[in-house]
């Protein structure tokens, strides 16, 4: 393995805590979501503890509040379960193009390293590996930087989240769908790249106005996987 390849898998304490500090600025405004969601799963019922342990051990803010959603005095838990994987289904694909970084570390700390795994996290540690730069640090250290921030925010919601109870009417829905935009904005630009996300935005377009719930996530992202196996850059010059 060449010394290039071998950087590549730095992952220390130096390199953790350099993409703790790189997703600090994104997990400013985790912070309101994970009020918002104290404030919620407040008003639905739950113990304190709970929240907190919810929020702590899931980490998960979409399938959090679908949860919340269904709960009551009898929860359907086979519909729960469906649910939650559905929202969460992306994770298998996220775990999959990282794979080729992660397999050579022992599988307690690859494992370790995806528990964390998130939107944000994910699109830099992966833009990080397309430009040769390592990117495990990233991946673990900015998935903890805002593990730690939507807890303290599901901690302020239960304690002061009247004062942020609908975090879209400040915009703030769009703060992680502008950051994904801008990763991909920045990254690798070509004719057949661009031919992948259109074929993956309309079928995720479709998928949002014809299928169940949060499936276009994941019917998008197979789109565009199953278009880049098909569209090469020898195909396109002829």
Known sequence: M???NTSLHEFNRQAVWAGFKQLVPIS?????????????????????????????LVFAGASQFAALELWGREVPILTLVITVFAI???HLLM????YPWLRNLPPATRYGVMLVASDANWAMSLQAFSREQPGIGILF???????SFWIAGTWLG?????????????GLDMVMGCFLLAMVAGGEKSLRLLMIWVVAACASLLAYWYL????????GALAGGVAGVFCT???LEH
Request: with cysteine.
């Open 158 to 170: 239960i304690c002061f989240g009247g004062f942020i109870s609908d975090p879209k009417s400040l």
């Open 233 to 235: 850059e020898s195909k």
């Open 212 to 219: 169940p719930d949060n499936t276009h996530v994941v019917v």
């Open 141 to 147: 250290g900015g998935g903890l930087a805002l593990w």
């Open 2 to 4: 060449s010394d290039v």
């Open 88 to 90: 969460n289904a992306r």
């Open 28 to 56: 400013v405004f985790v912070i309101v979501f994970g009020a918002a969601f104290g404030l919620a799963a407040v008003q639905t019922g739950l113990d304190n503890s709970v929240i907190m342990a919810m929020s702590t």
């Open 95 to 98: 775990g999959a193009t990282l």
